[in-house]
């Protein structure tokens, strides 16, 4: 029975929904009605709230064209018919700090109590192309992630980790050729050949022009690289994800949920666009396109945009770029809880922040995740915060009955909205970002980058206004006599030293005339405009180090300077 036609009595008023012989009087809700909050009118975002939502809010909304059962074109509703009933979601906790030893061991140590994928943390000198013995890589060897100068490191990072069994996901940029080389070569040594070797490498170079920095060669080349990996894994590493798409920095930088979806899946169109100019069929490498999300803390926001994301990306690759497999349109991600809401302020409350954003993860869908231990405000995460984070994920599997049913809150007068407004301000920016010539071209403009700029701006001084709280920073706080003291962390400066001897003693036991050789041919790759991966992988079978591919790429491609955004 439609609502007009429901029994209700003349006049009679319901929630704020007023009826008069029996049909709803549809009137305009004021912006606020008197005695509601100004904070609670808007999304984290800043996309406006209605004091709640109905059957008129979702008019337009046709199910086989907009949801789809879980399972089904455009997968609003999941990527699997049976979602988590079928595989629970892959619980990959990120770790990496010190010496490749050290991490080898939090691995083995996650991987005794649950997690069932790895996730490589790389120090800053790995992820800006430094040996850890260059002039700028003092002080920072293993301190933000694992060192990793040379094929003997990637060797310590697995030993006794069988990569035909554990799927791997690397989170590196700039240099991620020069990684996915090292990892095909470990395998290699275990006599795991490319083609069993899982994972995924993060890849994505323009998200690091956006918001991440830690970029080194200039757009073009970086972007050539990247298809590089593509083109070398679609032939020859069918289970591998050679780039993982990722609005998590974007959104950590200070964008909003929706300038993180569309930016991410901006980039995603540019990576795509560039292998089908490489002459790459549409169908032989995106099925293993992924991308990566931020899980922020508006709960409803957040599984909003996992929805929009998946139907967008789905349109996209079936309607503009005309693939045929089914897999080509599902849109894969991972989800890492958001690291900017932590606070250092009570830092026992991030439990709390983390349980909520890995549960809105669940609950939009995704296909692994990590959560964020609660002492990462002050320091990389002890053994027991990372073991108290995994077990976050493992109520939320086993316990909480949120996994029993795929896309439990689809229908939902509000989430539908919601996913509807999302894909609507997301395909605006879009939009734009292809009017100035490709995400390229707005980067150099410095657009993204300042659309950023200001959506951080604007949320830091609703923190210090007040207008938005958190909880123990500007509400709620305790004297900080009160605060009880997290153990956290500490890496060995020794460490650094370690780290140098091990890369000297490399470079002293190897075949200097066999580097030089498979540095020469890697130049000479990059002049011809060749797919580097091959002499990548010779040059690390050789023992080069990071350092010297990194240079050796440099003299060929120059680097990157960003201009300063005003």
């Known amino acids: 029975m439609s ?15 007023l009826w008069r012989d029996g049909e709803r009087i549809m009137g305009a809700m004021p912006a606020r009605p008197e005695g509601e909050r100004a904070r609670d009118a808007t999304t984290l975002s800043g996309l406006p709230l209605k004091g709640f939502y109905g059957p008129h809010d979702v008019a337009d909304l046709d199910y086989e064209r907009d949801l789809g059962d879980p399972g089904v074109y455009p997968f609003t509703r999941g990527i699997h ?25 939090r691995f083995h140590y996650l991987l005794e109590h649950g997690q069932t994928g790895l996730s490589v943390a790389f120090d800053l000198p790995t992820l800006m192309g430094y040996d850890s013995d260059h002039p700028r890589a003092r002080g920072e060897v293993g301190r933000e992630g694992v060192a990793v100068d040379s094929l003997a490191d990637m060797e310590r ?11 791997t996901s690397m989170t590196i940029n700039g240099p991620a050729a ?13 006599g795991v050949p490319p083609e069993k070797l899982s994972g995924t490498l993060q890849n994505d170079i323009l998200k690091e022009y956006i918001a991440q920095k830690e970029f080194i060669f200039p757009p073009e080349p970086s972007l050539k690289l990247v298809v590089d990996t593509i083109e070398f894994a679609t032939r020859h590493m069918p289970r591998w994800n050679t780039v993982s798409i990722s609005g998590y920095h974007i959104r950590e ?19 795509v666009e560039a292998c089908l100019q490489r002459g790459l069929d549409i169908d032989s490498f995106a099925p293993r396109l992924s991308f990566f999300f931020n899980s922020h803390l508006d ?59 890995a549960l809105a993860a669940v609950l939009g869908g995704t296909q692994s995740l990590h959560t964020n231990a609660l002492d990462e405000a002050l320091s990389l995460p002890t053994a027991e915060a990372a073991r108290l984070a995994l077990r976050t994920q493992q109520v939320i599997a086993e316990e909480s009955g949120v996994a029993s049913v795929a896309d439990p809150l689809g229908g939902s007068y509000f989430v539908e909205a919601l996913t509807d407004e999302m894909e609507r301000r997301a395909m605006e920016y879009i939009e734009r970002i292809e009017a100035m010539g ?18 951080a701006y604007r949320y830091q001084r609703e923190v210090a206004d007040g207008q938005r709280v958190v909880v123990g920073v500007n509400k709620y706080v305790i004297p900080s006599s009160e605060e009880k003291p997290v153990p956290i962390l500490r890496i060995d400066p020794e460490l650094e030293r370690k780290q ?8 002293r036991s190897r075949d200097e005339r066999r580097v030089r050789q498979a540095l020469e041919a890697l130049g000479a790759a990059a002049r011809r405009g060749d797919n580097v991966m091959p002499a990548l992988i010779e040059s690390v079978r050789a023992y080069a180090t990071l350092g010297e591919m990194v240079d050796t790429l440099k003299a060929v491609y120059g680097v990157y300077t960003e201009e300063a955004i005003l």
């Open 3 to 17: 609502e007009a036609g429901r029994a209700y009595p003349p006049g009679a008023r319901l929630g704020k929904m």
């Open 81 to 105: 018919p049976t979602m988590y009933r079928g595989r629970l979601w892959t619980m990959r906790q990120f770790a990496g700090f010190g010496t490749a030893e050290e991490t080898n061991a």
């Open 157 to 167: 990072l697995f030993e006794g980790i069988p990569l035909d069994r554990v799927s």
């Open 178 to 190: 020069i990684l996915m080389a090292m990892y095909v070569v470990v395998g290699e040594k275990q």
């Open 253 to 271: 930088a200070g964008s909003t949920a929706v300038q993180e979806l569309a930016f991410t899946l901006a980039d995603g169109l540019t990576y």
């Open 299 to 357: 709960f409803f926001e957040e599984i909003a945009k996992f929805r929009a994301a998946r139907r967008m990306w789905a349109r996209f690759m079936r309607e503009r770029y005309g693939a045929r497999n089914p897999r080509s349109w599902m849109l894969r991600f991972h989800t890492q809880t958001a690291g900017c809401s932590l606070t250092a302020q009570q830092p026992e409350v991030n439990v709390v922040r983390v349980t909520l954003q």
């Open 438 to 455: 490709g995400v390229i071209a707005a980067i150099r403009k410095g657009f993204l980058q300042r659309e950023i700029a200001e959506a």
């Open 500 to 507: 140098v001897e091990r890369l000297q003693q490399v470079r």
